[in-house]
């Protein structure tokens, strides 16, 4: 065949189109971005337009995006969304915490124990069913301060996605890791240290991430009741005193430091994960 | 790297991985010189990988014993270490990081660490690849970084289990004349498992056939050949025939070749290339 014998043109591969196709790729994203948050106050926009127009719902017109932007440097300035995180904050960090430190080591236990995988099943399905608020009164009854009883249900939600995904992670681990290093004179702390963290890293921190989401939800409606700070607590405050602009501005607030936690998170994952799919 | 070989004495090993379970292995007997290097060949399941964990450390042996210079083998050490079928690199960690492990677990400084690394890096010419992720490396390479890991420790003895069955014919060609040039130039011994017949030829200075059920050393085939040996040497070729014969023989054997277990017993107390 003549083909065969007759000389291939290999053409010479230039970066150029691939750093425009990443570019081009940026530039769809950060649309995409600001056109989906244009889309949701553009909706919030209009509904707060209908209420407006409507005279039987005129007064709700605070619940609308001017009005709330508006409330803003007011609740900034008298220091209520300071005070609010700081509050909220303390709860969630050390709800969170608390999780952790119980979760990762039940995790590791759930994934290296059949004895304690089959003896702990039964009690932590049914333990991970309860809902985290339904812990409320018993935790008001048994704990000195609200504070306390709040940190408790955040702690109770957040514990299960932690636990698990450390334990899903490990039923992963290749088996070979742990001989290696026990053929390399590795200690069990070793093992822990060197192979098991670092190997489920990515679990752990999207179990966290989870948690996160779900502390996230129980704070909010955990605040509602016994205590005079936090995000829940301005909340249920603006409702009370029937200021909507600082109502929705708070649930804004909530709304933007989620998003910053959860971004936070996936930027850990990100930064710790070796998978070669998610890098 | 100041590495020497080691006497390696196993007498009457024996093992079964369950007390109602069949046999592995039995009456397992094998004595070496410091710098030996050992391949053991058999067909799947004779126990041949199960003999190399006992001697690893890694796995207890029902009955028997194995010495290394007088020391017997209870657990895993440094002193003895053994390089997997699949390289099981930590993928987390760059190339230096994987080489180095055994040292951080002994706690060494990082100092050294660094100088012990580039020196086995260099053994396995890697040098280039020490900040790379193990990841973007090719499964050869890959190998290389394992071995390397293992020679970092120094060992005395080197276990090797079917280490080059996943790679290409060119890579594994290269890596079984690297490992047993590395090895005679360090003085330390080595112990491979391997189905490949060649393997065993290129890299042994003898070739234990095990057969049976439960698995025994049938032969024991002493290789005294020049280095580098060369696939398609002559005297290659014959000592490979003459392994072939050997192990179909056992193989085809109903006990494995164990009938002839008493004349292996002779074998081995003169001089078994005579023998056979």
């Known amino acids: 065949m003549n083909n065969a014998a007759a000389p291939t043109v290999v053409p ?31 909706l919030w926009w209009f509904g707060a337009y209908l209420i407006r127009a409507n005279p039987a719902t005129r007064h709700f017109a605070d619940f609308g995006p001017i009005p709330t932007f508006q409330a803003f440097p007011e609740l900034w300035s008298d220091g209520t969304i300071q005070n609010a995180i700081t509050a909220s904050g303390y709860r969630l960090g050390l709800g969170l915490l608390i999780a952790i430190a119980i979760g990762v080591p039940i995790g590791i236990l759930l994934g290296r124990s059949r004895t ?9 399905q049914l333990l991970r069913m309860i809902s985290p608020l339904s812990w409320e009164p018993i935790a008001v009854i048994v704990f000195v301060t609200w504070n306390q009883a709040i940190v408790f249900l955040i702690a109770v939600a957040a ?10 992670g490990l039923a992963k681990v290749d088996p070979a890791w742990f001989k290696v290093s026990r053929n390399l004179g590795a200690k069990p702390w070793h093992t822990l240290k060197q192979i098991i963290f670092p190997a489920i890293a990515f679990d752990i921190l999207t179990g966290i991430r989870l948690a996160l989401g779900v502390a996230w939800i129980v704070l909010v409606p955990a605040e509602f009741l016994g205590v005079t700070s936090g995000l ?21 607030v909530i709304g933007i430091i989620g998003y910053m936690l959860d971004s936070a998170c996936a930027l850990a994952i990100k930064r710790y994960s070796w998978h070669r799919a998610s890098n | 790297m100041a590495v020497r070989g080691v006497h390696i004495k196993i007498e009457n090993l024996n093992h ?40 690893a450390g890694l796995l207890n042996p029902t009955s028997g014993t194995v010495h290394l210079d007088g020391t017997r083998v209870k657990g895993p050490s440094p002193r003895w270490v053994m390089m997997f079928q699949a390289p099981h690199l930590f993928p987390w960690m760059k190339v230096s990081q994987n080489v180095g492990i055994g040292l951080r677990f002994a706690r060494w400084p990082e100092k050294k660490i660094r100088e012990r ?32 890991r293992s020679l970092v420790m120094e060992p005395e003895l080197l276990l090797l289990d079917e280490p080059f069955s996943a790679l290409d014919a060119f890579t594994r060609a290269s890596l079984q004349k690297d490992v047993r040039s590395i090895a005679k130039r360090l003085g330390f011994n080595l112990m491979m498992v391997t189905h490949d017949i060649d393997e065993a030829v290129l890299m042994a200075d003898r070739a234990l056939v095990m057969a049976g059920a439960p698995g025994k050393i049938v032969h ?33 054997s109903p006990s494995g070749g164990a009938e002839r277990v008493v004349g292996h017993e002779s074998v081995l107390e003169t001089n078994p290339a005579v023998n056979l």
């Open chain 1, 116 to 124: 304690f995988r089959e003896l702990s099943n039964s009690p932590f």
């Open chain 1, 232 to 252: 829940g607590y301005s909340i249920e405050d603006a409702r009370e005193t029937l200021s909507y602009n600082h109502l929705t501005a708070m649930v804004l």
């Open chain 1, 12 to 42: 010479v591969a230039s970066k150029a189109p691939e750093s425009s196709r990443v570019l081009k790729s940026l530039g769809r994203r950060t649309f995409n971005w600001f056109a989906g948050l244009g889309i949701l106050f553009s």
């Open chain 2, 220 to 252: 024991d085939l002493k290789i005294d050949l020049k280095d580098p040996r060369e696939r398609e040497d002559p005297e290659v070729q014959a000592t490979r025939s003459r392994l072939m014969q050997i192990f179909h023989e056992a193989a085809n």
């Open chain 2, 16 to 55: 079964r991985y369950s007390a109602k379970g069949p046999v592995t292995f039995d009456r397992v007997n094998v004595e070496a010189g410091p710098g030996e290097a050992l391949v053991v060949i058999g067909r799947s399941g004779c126990g041949k990988s199960t003999l190399l964990h006992i001697l």
């Open chain 1, 159 to 168: 514990v299960w996605p932690v636990a698990f995904s450390t334990a899903a």
């Open chain 2, 117 to 148: 690394v580039a020196e086995a890096l260099s053994l396995v010419e890697l040098e280039e690849h020490a900040n790379d992720n193990v990841q973007d490396l090719s499964g050869g390479q890959q190998q290389r970084v394992a071995l390397a």
